[in-house]
C-alpha cells in the first residue's frame, strides 16, 4: 500500500514514516498542499493522510481537490476538535479524523480500518476462515502482521516480529545491533545491545520449533552484527 502523508512538523512527519513504514507501507511524504497534489498527479496512491493546518492550504482545501477526480481514502490529522471541522472534513469526502496528539499505532489501525471498509464497499467483512500461507521457508503476512515458518505461524512479541520483517526486508546484508535497535525500537536509547542479542536467541528458538535447522537463518558475525540468510 502506498501513503501520501501531507505533514508539514518534522517530527510527526518522521514519527509516521517510521510507523508507517515499520508496517510495510510505502509513504510519500508532503510538507505542502500544492506539493502533495502534485505528488498525487504523478503518482498512484491507497490512501491519503492530510494534515489541516498546512502552511500554503488547508488539508480541507487539498481534499477538495482530490476529490475532484479520486475516491481515495483520507485520513485528517488536526490539532483543532471543532465539531465543525470534523463535520466539514467528513462532508468533503474525508473517511475518518484524529486530533494530535495521538498515538502512531492508533492511525496504522484507523488506515487499516478504513482500507478494509473501502474494499468491502463499506461493510463490515464475515469472519471467515484465514487463508493457508503459501509454502516457503518464511512468509509474511502484512495485514495481519504475522510470519509463517514452512506454513507454521510463529508466536513472535511485537519487537520480535519488527526484528525478523528487518531481516526479511535485507537479505544476505550484515546488520549492526544498532541499525537493528534503530529500525525496531520506536525509542532505542532506551535498550541495550543485548536486548537484540536476548530477542534474536528467542526468535532462532521459535525457528527451531517451527522447523529444525531454521535458525540457521539468522546467522551471527562477530564483531559486526547479525546476517539473514533465506
Same mark, same amino acid.
Not at 76 to 97: K, M, N, P, S
Not at 100 to 121: D, M, T, Y
Not at 197 to 219: P, W
Given at each position: 500500500? *502506498?501513503?501520501?502523508?501531507?505533514?508539514?512538523?518534522?517530527a510527526?512527519?518522521?514519527?509516521?514514516?517510521?510507523?508507517?513504514?515499520?508496517?510495510?507501507?510505502?509513504?510519500?511524504?508532503?510538507?505542502?498542499?500544492?506539493?502533495? %497534489?502534485?505528488?498525487f498527479?504523478?503518482?498512484?496512491?491507497?490512501?491519503?493522510?492530510?494534515?489541516?493546518?498546512l502552511?500554503?492550504?488547508?488539508?480541507?482545501?487539498?481534499?477538495?481537490?482530490?476529490?475532484?477526480?479520486?475516491?481515495?481514502?483520507?485520513?485528517?490529522?488536526?490539532?483543532?476538535?471543532?465539531?465543525?471541522?470534523?463535520i %466539514?472534513?467528513?462532508?468533503?469526502?474525508?473517511?475518518?479524523?484524529?486530533?494530535?496528539?495521538?498515538?502512531?499505532?492508533?492511525?496504522?489501525?484507523?488506515?487499516?480500518a478504513?482500507?478494509?471498509?473501502?474494499? *468491502?464497499? $463499506?461493510?463490515?467483512?464475515?469472519?471467515?476462515?484465514?487463508?493457508?500461507?503459501?509454502? $516457503?521457508?518464511?512468509?509474511?503476512d502484512?495485514?495481519?502482521?504475522?510470519?509463517?515458518?514452512?506454513?507454521?505461524?510463529?508466536?513472535?512479541?511485537?519487537?520480535?516480529?519488527?526484528?525478523?520483517?528487518?531481516?526479511?526486508? *535485507?537479505?544476505?546484508?550484515?546488520l549492526?545491533?544498532?541499525?537493528?535497535?534503530d529500525?525496531?525500537?520506536?525509542?532505542?536509547?532506551?535498550?541495550?545491545?543485548?536486548?537484540?542479542?536476548?530477542?534474536?536467541?528467542?526468535?532462532?528458538?521459535?525457528?527451531?520449533?517451527?522447523?529444525?535447522g531454521?535458525?540457521?537463518?539468522?546467522?551471527?558475525?562477530?564483531?559486526l552484527?547479525?546476517?539473514?540468510?533465506?
Amino acid at each position: 500500500m *502506498n501513503v501520501l502523508l501531507v505533514e508539514d512538523e518534522p517530527a510527526i512527519a518522521d514519527t509516521l514514516v517510521y510507523a508507517l513504514e515499520t508496517e510495510c507501507f510505502g509513504v510519500h511524504h508532503a510538507l505542502t498542499g500544492q506539493e502533495a %497534489l502534485d505528488a498525487f498527479a504523478s503518482t498512484s496512491f491507497d490512501f491519503a493522510i492530510l494534515d489541516i493546518g498546512l502552511p500554503d492550504m488547508t488539508g480541507l482545501d487539498v481534499c477538495k481537490k482530490l476529490r475532484e477526480n479520486s475516491t481515495v481514502p483520507v485520513l485528517f490529522l488536526t490539532a483543532r476538535d471543532g465539531e465543525v471541522d470534523r463535520i %466539514l472534513g467528513l462532508e468533503l469526502g474525508g473517511d475518518d479524523y484524529v486530533t494530535k496528539p495521538f498515538s502512531p499505532r492508533e492511525i496504522v489501525a484507523r488506515i487499516r480500518a478504513i482500507l478494509r471498509r473501502s474494499q *468491502n464497499g $463499506g461493510q463490515t467483512p464475515a469472519p471467515n476462515k484465514p487463508p493457508e500461507p503459501p509454502p $516457503g521457508v518464511l512468509h509474511h503476512d502484512p495485514a495481519a502482521m504475522r510470519i509463517h515458518c514452512h506454513g507454521s505461524q510463529l508466536d513472535l512479541t511485537a519487537h520480535e516480529y519488527k526484528l525478523l520483517l528487518v531481516f526479511m526486508k *535485507n537479505p544476505r546484508r550484515v546488520l549492526s545491533r544498532d541499525q537493528l535497535l534503530d529500525h525496531a525500537w520506536a525509542d532505542p536509547g532506551a535498550v541495550t545491545d543485548r536486548t537484540i542479542d536476548a530477542h534474536i536467541k528467542s526468535i532462532r528458538a521459535k525457528l527451531r520449533t517451527a522447523k529444525a535447522g531454521a535458525e540457521d537463518l539468522i546467522q551471527t558475525r562477530r564483531g559486526l552484527g547479525y546476517l539473514f540468510v533465506p
